[in-house]
Every structure is written in C-alpha cells, then in structure tokens.
C-alpha cells in the first residue's frame, strides 16, 4: 500500500472545526483514501472512507484534492471526546489489510 | 449488538509461558486480523485470515501462532519465542467483497503484560 505523511500532532479548540491533513503523492488510482480514530486505552474506529468525491457523514466529512494527491478530515465542531490520535490510510480495491503509520494526535482544548 | 470481542481486557504472562488471546466476531465477516500496538506507535500486522482454515503472516507473526477454525473465531498465541510480549493486541474484522472498499471493525484490545 502507499504511503500516507500526517503531522505528528494538532491542537483545537472545543466547538471549533478542526482540518486534519493528510499527503499521498504516490496514490494509485485504484486507492482508497481512509480515515480511522483511536481514542486512549480503546481500538481504533471507523471515521470515513472515499475514492475521488468529497463524503459526508455524521462524524466528520472528507475533502479529497482534485489530483488526489492530498486529502482532509473535517471535524466540523471539535469536542473533548474528539481528542484521539488520527490514522489517514491508503488501501487498494482488494482485500489486503490495513497498514497503520503514526497518525496525527488531536488535542482539544476545552 | 454485533461486534467483536477480545478477552481478557487484561492478561499477565511468566516469562517462558504461552499465553492464548480471544477474538470473537458475530458480524459474519470473512476476515479476521491480528495487530499488536507499542506505547506511541501504530498498529502492526501480526497474522491475518481471509477464510476458515487458512492464515497468512503479517509483518510481524515471529513467536506468534493463530488458527481459524471457525469463521467467527480468531485466537492468538503468544509463544515462549516472542522476547518482548508485552503490548496491546488488537483484533479486527471485515467483510469481503469484489469491487467494494469495506472498513475494518477493531475490538477494544488486550494488554499483555510480562510479570
């Protein structure tokens, strides 16, 4: 799978949007773009997931860049049950599993 | 409600024991994952299984075992030849279909510690 680069951390403040970035330069057009969450001391969650269009859901939305070579999860209004770290991942349309990097760790600030 | 779970929440080894980690899923999903998860790090791929009585290693199955025996269920054995046990392991499932991008289910971990 491709390789995704996240800033190590970000900080928001509470009731704020916050917009979490993610590079893939290297995207292969039969990639899709992921978005996961782990909260502390839990699994990681589902957040959303998208191939060329923008996406929307109750937790948060998806901008992906006309080239696809960057995207971005939208939190619309951050709360302190937001404060997680964040994993961007690419996965190709077969069935291989998901490959974690570091992620970027959201702070919330009350 | 359908989900997957991992028991024990938390589990102390001797050094020199196996030790078997629970994964059960009542999702009907077809695969089944194994990660392991150091303090500050991503997850990592330790075996994985797509089908009943097959498995493949991730990157990381050295002194682990696993065996799928039934589609809902995906233990993990922690061997005598794993040197740095302690972590948290996760198990995850997901449905398998062609053309279709599903996500992975993540239960709430187990954290393996060496007394």
């Known amino acids: 799978d491709a390789k995704t680069t996240q800033p190590n951390s970000m900080e928001s403040n509470e009731e704020e949007p916050v917009h979490l970035p993610c590079n893939h330069s290297?995207?292969?057009?039969?990639?899709?773009i992921h978005w996961y969450r782990q909260l502390p001391s839990q699994g990681p969650e589902y957040v959303i997931h998208?191939?060329?269009s923008n996406v929307n859901n109750r937790m948060a939305s998806l901008a992906i860049a006309e080239d696809r070579k960057s995207s971005t999860l939208i939190l619309h209004r951050a709360t302190l049950r937001d404060a997680a770290v964040y994993y961007c991942?690419?996965?190709?349309?077969?069935?291989?599993?998901?490959?974690f990097g570091k992620g970027t760790r959201l702070s919330v600030i009350a | 409600d359908g989900g997957i779970t991992q028991s024990p929440k938390y589990l102390f080894r001797k050094e020199g024991q196996n030790v078997t980690l629970s994964c059960e899923q009542n999702?009907?999903?077809?695969?089944m994952y194994w990660y392991r998860q150091d303090p500050g790090q991503g997850l990592r791929l330790i075996y994985y299984?797509?089908?009943?009585?097959?498995?493949q290693k991730g990157d990381i199955a050295e002194g682990y075992s696993v065996s799928r025996e039934k589609k809902e269920s995906f233990p993990l054995t922690v061997t005598s030849a794993q040197k740095n046990p302690t972590a948290f392991y996760l198990c995850?499932?997901?449905?398998?279909?062609?053309?279709?991008?599903?996500?992975?289910?993540f239960g709430d971990g187990t954290r393996l510690s060496i007394l």
């Open positions: 995850a499932s997901r449905q398998l279909r062609t053309g279709s991008n599903q996500p992975q289910h």
């Open positions: 290297t995207i292969s057009g039969t990639d899709y």
């Open positions: 998208g191939l060329t």
């Open positions: 991942i690419l996965q190709n349309s077969g069935n291989t599993p998901l490959v």
């Open positions: 999702l009907n999903h077809d695969a």
């Open positions: 299984s797509q089908i009943v009585n097959d498995f």
